[in-house]
């Protein structure tokens, strides 16, 4: 059986995996959507790894009326988010099976849950795989229709309901844009193929219809000020559909970009500047805003945007390295980018099911409501920790290797003779430094509040460990996550084979290129592993000790409290209050309280109630809503309940009518 025959397979699958699942007995259906993800996963990933290791995909189907020819194509870069697709969303499913158990009373809701899971895994796949214009707006609204469904499963809630309307009209607006650009490559190049792409980008000024392009595919990535339906639809889905949205949905955003680079021709510097400096803002805001949030779905949804954005730096520098023939600048740029988008995929979904697991335990996404869950919950603890440290960029996790390649081109870009550029790659740098604090800021509160200390509200019910098939697919991504951190050659290959099937002109490297740039991330990979080596055996060698010896447990020294209280903890409040007052033009606070004035010695008692807001809905789309709507309350006059009115605006249509046809206007 060739390549095409299993990729045809898989949709084949498709509607007999919808059938069983609806038929199928409540306990029943997350395992038979297990079964035919993974069904999808083999039959579409095999293909794609042939590609890899240089086989071509290539398949046009005969014309078809509407639509012309069809054309599938897989080259090293569908492959390789393919790939990523594949992996978040198997272990989406597994993860989605244990978390789903409480509602499985919810016996036909959990069938269009199911059902709807296996449509938006192959949507995302076919994204990536189908090239004629019209066939892949049909593929991408089926994606973005199935990942709204998924979104509001708890449809009774009212901010489920506004959060998928909320996503629902952004992504029909990119795809508004998507078809603008498209209809203007119809029209001037008489074709529905990709290919034909790079035939007007030949002919024609590029950068304005990269810009549509990019604007279409960056509200689904997630750029700002396009990002706004991620910090709602996060919190509102259920955790395995946040990891897998998060994980990968805003990637198929990204592939979309990588695609309409493919086809570039011209402009690549100012197009690259426009890319890197809208990048560097994303990342900026977005970590800037996970620092203060305190629903912690929230914060790994404004998380999610900074590594959008650190993505987005690397698609920036590679096509700065194009438009100034700096090879190196370009390998750098574009293996950074398209390696953290694995690594993002691994590292995010990790979180939130990590996330997912406190909130099936606790039923609150607040983190001032929670504390000292690793006592409760250590292997969901250490599994948020290891998340964490990856997202922070420290090795040997894999967030390190991607960010590390992404300094490089920047350092590598300062070498230029250009001012401009060199004070530009210099700013970037100091951008991803403060990215990178943040991000260290940001999950140092949300591990203190959440599991560290004391519990600081008595909960329903005491939080205990969450079922293994929810712990099972977190230590396989930790697995892969600590192999890209320790042995980030084979990673690193991997990533160059797509470049340079991709990007044909930059398949051969200088001889000297691997050890001067990348053989730093193998060796802190060996040291890293020598380092847990050396900590494995200490921690052994202490623990048969301490067997040997008995033990005394009393408490330490409370340092004058010998009552200690649950408020003394810090908050989540508390510990980025100086953050956001420091950056109170980027992150409005919205409060209900009058604060202590330095002259009221003996103040009275005040409720307090405080929450952030973003920025641009704030100041942009909720200004342009409430003025829309001022608008149209003008008119609410003519919608006055008289039923006399109503016939006469009945009589006055026959007349225009009647006077349009008489004089040939109509």
């Not at 000024?205 to 595919?217: A, K, Y």
């Not at 960029?393 to 920047?410: A, D, H, M, R, T």
Request: contains cysteine; hydrophobic residues 50%.
């Amino acid at each position: 059986m060739n390549d095409l025959q299993l990729f045809f397979l898989s949709l084949f699958f498709l509607p007999i995996g919808w059938i069983l699942i609806a038929f199928l007995p409540s306990n029943k259906k997350s395992y038979a959507n297990i079964f035919f993800v993974a069904l999808t996963v083999a039959l579409t990933s095999i293909p794609s790894i042939n590609v890899l290791m240089g086989k071509e995909f290539q398949y046009v189907f005969p014309t078809i009326k509407f639509f012309g020819e069809i054309p599938l194509r897989i080259d090293t870069l569908s492959a390789w988010f393919i790939l990523i697709i594949n992996f978040t969303s198997l272990t989406g499913a597994i993860y989605g099976s244990g978390y789903m158990k409480p509602y499985s009373e919810q016996k036909s809701n959990l069938s269009f849950h199911w059902i709807q899971y296996l449509l938006f895994h192959s949507s995302m796949i076919w994204v990536c795989v189908v090239q004629n214009s019209l066939v892949f707006l049909i593929v991408w609204e089926l994606m973005s229709l199935s990942s709204l469904m998924l979104v509001m499963f708890d449809y009774q809630n009212n901010k489920t309901i506004k959060a998928g309307l909320n996503y629902l009209v952004q992504m029909h607006i990119g795809v508004a844009f998507l078809s603008i650009a498209f209809i203007w490559i119809y029209f001037a190049e008489g074709s529905l193929d990709f290919i034909y792409i790079k035939e007007f980008f030949i002919k024609n000024s590029n950068i304005w219809l990269f810009l549509l392009f990019f604007v279409g595919f960056g509200i689904k990535a997630g750029f700002i000020p396009l990002h706004s339906w991620l910090p709602h639809a996060h919190p509102a889905a259920p955790s395995h559909i946040s990891g897998v949205m998060s994980g990968v949905i805003v990637k198929v955003g990204i592939y979309g970009i990588f695609r309409m680079i493919t086809f570039l021709q011209q402009d690549y510097l100012i197009i690259g500047q426009i890319v890197l400096g809208l990048s560097l803002s994303t990342g900026l805001y977005g970590i800037i805003n996970s620092a203060v949030h305190r629903d912690f779905k929230k914060m790994l949804a404004y998380c999610t945007i900074e590594n959008i954005g650190i993505i987005g730096s690397g698609v920036g520098l590679g096509l700065i390295g194009i438009g100034t023939q700096n090879p190196i600048l370009v390998i750098l740029g574009f293996s950074g980018a398209l390696l953290h988008t694995l690594n993002h995929s691994l590292f995010k979904s990790l979180l939130f099911f990590s996330a997912g697991s406190v909130y099936q335990q606790t039923h609150t996404k607040d983190m001032e409501k929670l504390g000292g869950l690793i006592k409760n919950m250590p292997q969901t603890a250490f599994l948020f920790i290891i998340g964490a440290l990856s997202i922070g960029g420290l090795p040997p996790f894999n967030g390190f290797v991607s960010e590390f390649i992404l300094y490089q081109g920047f350092l590598n870009g300062m070498g230029s003779s250009n001012f401009y550029q060199t004070f530009f790659m210099i700013m970037s740098i100091a951008a991803f430094a403060i990215i990178g604090g943040i991000s260290m800021f940001a999950f140092t509160k949300s591990v203190g509040v959440i599991f560290l200390g004391s519990p600081r509200y008595e909960l329903h019910a005491k939080p205990k460990e969450v079922s293994l098939m929810m712990r099972l697919p977190q230590y396989f991504i930790v697995a892969i996550m600590l192999s890209i951190g320790i042995f980030p050659a084979f990673y690193i290959n991997l990533v160059l084979n797509v470049i340079s099937g991709t990007f044909t002109e930059y398949s051969i490297l200088p001889s000297n290129f691997y050890s001067d740039y990348f053989s730093v991330t193998t060796s802190i990979g060996r040291y890293s592993l020598l380092l847990i080596a050396l900590i494995a055996i200490v921690y052994f060698i202490r623990s048969n000790i301490e067997k040997r010896k008995s033990s005394l447990v009393s408490s330490t020294w409370g340092c004058g409290y010998v009552a200690p209280n649950v408020s003394m903890q810090y908050t989540g409040k508390s510990y980025s209050k100086t953050l956001g007052k420091l950056l109170s033009t980027v992150v409005f606070e919205r409060k209900k309280y009058k604060e202590i004035k330095d002259t009221e010695i003996f103040p009275n008692e005040r409720t307090h109630s405080a929450f952030y807001t973003d920025f641009f809905e704030f100041r942009f789309i909720d200004n342009f809503i409430n003025r829309f709507l001022y608008f149209m309350d003008l008119f609410q006059f003519i919608q006055n309940g008289r039923l006399q009115q109503y016939i006469l605006y009945g009589l006055l249509f026959i007349i225009v009518v009647f006077l349009g046809t008489y004089l040939g206007i109509i």
